[in-house]
């Protein structure tokens, strides 16, 4: 890679198109889906934003839901809002970085990365968690510096802990990992704001629990603690598959049914770890830089061991995105040290790799919606509680269901075969023996 250093006028027309491009890519990715980008758990927070205020489930915090309830106010459907939120928290990253000057060419950079691409456009808490994982960045950085005081540090640090906290409770590890980075720097004017911040935060997940989560359903905890539910061989293999596609900067998904493709994959994305690792070894680091880099670590780390005791799904980039989005930021910091804006080409190439993946895997969300909507006024469902049948979790029918709840989010899956013979329970024959759904053909 050449090093090239653009005029400054030259570089914002750049940025300006790399920016447009990645709205442009964010909106494809999801209208090009055959169910636009959600999954059995996306139909969890469309159910919830569109049940409050009754509260159905623990499962998740109500961040999340309650942003898209909020824009559903203006007249949009939970599906639509949702994608909001996501081109919002893309927004929210850009403008703000740009304003504190924190990141921002690295953020552009990150944020076109086609894994954070595919975050922005999914029905998922990860795109909201995005923007105020770089508040709790700028405002460790604003510690550090001795910008703030050390009581407004300790006051903004656990502010955004707790909101974190109320949009994923994985936000409790950079809970920790705040703890981690206080205890290392003890003797630093800054090691007590990271410390108690980090305490004050793990106490509001305490409180969290006990006054909501137990409050709703005591049997949350025990329902979700299943010790060695996988076997240390398998974790490391996931974990080492998980690591290297959430690091591959452009293609984060790899072949489930194996294949040469794969080695290509993961093979990109291991030598990006290694030159990861190399950079930050061998450059010198400010004490942001190891803030964010120990943090994330420290997350990354929790997000493997908390497999050991509870049931989650395999790590991937969507889960390790709150928790990579740093590391990329350091990384590209480093990149830019050493190739100046020829950095940027970095971006654009996982752009049109994307929209190659995007293209060839196509669906059309659009006229799929259509054809749902129609079965549903048909039927007399559109505002009627749901359910649908499925063998079992790994049962592809369910992308059906992921289909319905984009229009009505009030559906619940069900596995219990007599279900079935009930007049609200759809099943993927029932509806696709009366409507023809275009699937992805293209694996």
Known sequence: MISVKL????????QTL????????????????????????????????EMFPIIDNTTAPLGYPLFIK??????????????????????FILIFAYKRKFYFKELIISS??????????????EALTLPFVILFFFTAHQIIK???????????????????????????????????????????????????????????????KITFIDYFNKDYINSFLEIGLKSTPQLLLELFQGLTTTFNPFIHIADPNGGIINYGIYGIGLLTIIVMVFLFVRTKLTETEKF???????TI????????????????????????????MVFFRKIFQIFDDTTYAIAFMSLATGFVFSWLSKGNYLENRKAITQFLKEEKMMDKELKFFMKDQMDNDGQTAELISTVNPRIYITFKPSDTLKNNTLTRYKVEKKINIKKNNYQ
């Open 292 to 298: 964010i880099l120990i943090v994330s670590l420290v």
């Open 70 to 91: 909020f824009f559903t106010i203006f007249g949009l459907d939970d599906f639509w809002s949702s994608k909001l939120v996501g081109l919002l928290a893309y927004t």
């Open 301 to 328: 780390i929790l997000s493997y061991f908390i497999q050991y005791v509870y049931s989650v799904n395999a790590i991937d980039y969507r889960l390790l995105a709150p928790f990579s989005i740093g590391i990329w």
């Open 7 to 14: 005029n400054p006028k030259y570089e914002k027309t750049l």
């Open 18 to 49: 790399l920016i447009i491009l990645t709205y442009i890519m964010i909106i494809f990715r999801f209208l090009s889906n055959e169910k636009g980008r959600v999954s059995p758990d996306s139909i969890r927070y469309l159910r919830q934003s």
């Open 112 to 125: 076109a990365l086609f894994s954070f691409v595919s975050i922005f456009s999914f029905t998922m808490s």
């Open 146 to 208: 001795n910008r703030i005081s050390q009581t407004q540090g300790i006051f903004y640090l656990t502010l955004t802990l707790i909101l974190l906290l109320n949009i994923r409770y994985s936000a409790l590890f950079f809970c920790v990992g705040s703890i981690v980075f206080g205890l290392i720097k003890i003797g630093k004017h800054y090691w007590k704001s990271f410390a108690i911040s980090g305490v004050l935060g793990v106490g509001f997940y305490g409180l969290y």
